[in-house]
């Protein structure tokens, strides 16, 4: 990190796996080096990724003693039965006990991981998890759509018919059930995928939509700064050969051009519920996002995809639910 001395940060996420897995010496080491290194703000937001079964109380004090002040706790599901589908370690009361004693240790600010679309989840099972959720009233709730991995062993057993996926339709109302329960109980639907209570939401996670400089540390990490994207290498020998170097030297660099920063202006910022800024647009590229856009706005504006407001383009319900296919449009 000494190519990094000296700027200033006002967030530092340390995930990409289970961090809490490392040693409590370990981890407050790394803290320490991060903030030797960095200058970091008096709100910086610290976030720590976690997984139930992988901090106790006293790990959880010594975090946040070391100016840990938000976690990211990967719970998924509070139904035992869909944990076990899922590989996870813990259970539902194991997940309910690790957040009460982060709660007990300071964190009130903290987001809880929840997953929809799981083998044999039915509607009301995930209604029963997101209750369960708000019981341990969390800042931030991240909801996330099953992605089948090819190769992995659920992908096979979803193939070979032995999982059942629930059907589309069912899917997008545990999406839709998610969106009203959450809303009802004080929840900003800010992001696709990302609800908050009020001043909660994820500074990190709005830097990417916001395409704001961020800088990746450790093994196959990704960073963007000065409008390049530069990933570090995966493999520990390889990393630890170019760790020293000046950025972006030894790692897979790509250059935006300006159709690419553009897109990603557009599906990036769809992303967020509140959508793209028309003014911004011009202001950042230097031309009316009409002339680059205006196929592709009027298309899905007519097919009832995406909103045109007066300073604003923002996907409809209905557009939410095609994202992606809406986003290639842009690309």
């Not at 009203?180 to 609800?195: A, T, V």
Request: with cysteine; hydrophobic share 35%.
């Amino acid at each position: 990190m000494v190519q990094y001395k000296g700027l200033t940060a006002d967030s530092v996420y340390i995930g990409g796996g289970t961090p809490t897995c490392l040693k409590k010496e370990q981890l407050l080491k790394l803290i320490d080096k991060i903030k030797s290194t960095f200058l970091l703000t008096d709100d910086c937001e610290f976030t720590v990724e976690c997984n139930p079964k992988t901090a106790d109380y006293d790990y959880f004090c010594a975090l946040y003693s070391a100016g840990v002040n938000r976690l990211s706790i990967g719970v998924q599901s509070f139904n035992d039965g869909e944990l076990k589908l899922l590989g996870r370690a813990h259970n539902a009361n194991e997940a309910k006990e690790c957040i009460q004693l982060a709660q007990k240790a300071g964190f009130l600010n903290y987001n809880l991981d929840l997953m929809f679309g799981l083998p044999n989840q039915s509607l009301k099972d995930f209604e029963k998890s997101i209750h369960a959720a708000l019981l341990l009233k969390p800042s931030h709730i991240s909801c996330y759509s099953l992605i089948l991995e090819d190769g992995t062993k659920m992908y096979d057993m979803v193939n070979s018919g032995e999982y059942v996926l629930p059907e589309d339709d069912e899917e997008r109302k545990m999406y839709h059930t998610l969106i009203d329960i959450l809303s009802k109980n004080g929840y900003e639907h800010y992001e696709i995928s990302n609800f908050a209570l009020l001043g909660k939401q994820s500074r990190h996670n709005n830097k990417y939509w916001e395409r704001e400089p961020y800088i990746g540390i450790g093994a196959a990490a990704h960073s963007n700064i000065e409008d390049s994207r530069f990933g570090n290498p995966s493999g520990l020998d390889a990393y630890s050969k170019i760790v020293q170097l000046p950025v972006p030297d030894g790692r897979e660099t790509e250059k935006l051009s300006e159709k690419d920063k553009m897109s990603e202006f557009i599906f990036l910022g769809l992303r967020k519920i509140k959508g793209i800024n028309k003014t911004e647009f011009k202001n950042i590229f230097g031309v009316d996002i009409y002339e680059i856009y205006g196929k592709q706005i009027e298309k899905f504006c007519n097919l009832k995809l995406l909103e045109d407001n007066e300073d604003t383009i923002c996907l409809t319900s209905k557009g939410i639910d095609v994202s992606n296919s809406v986003f290639c449009e842009f690309l």
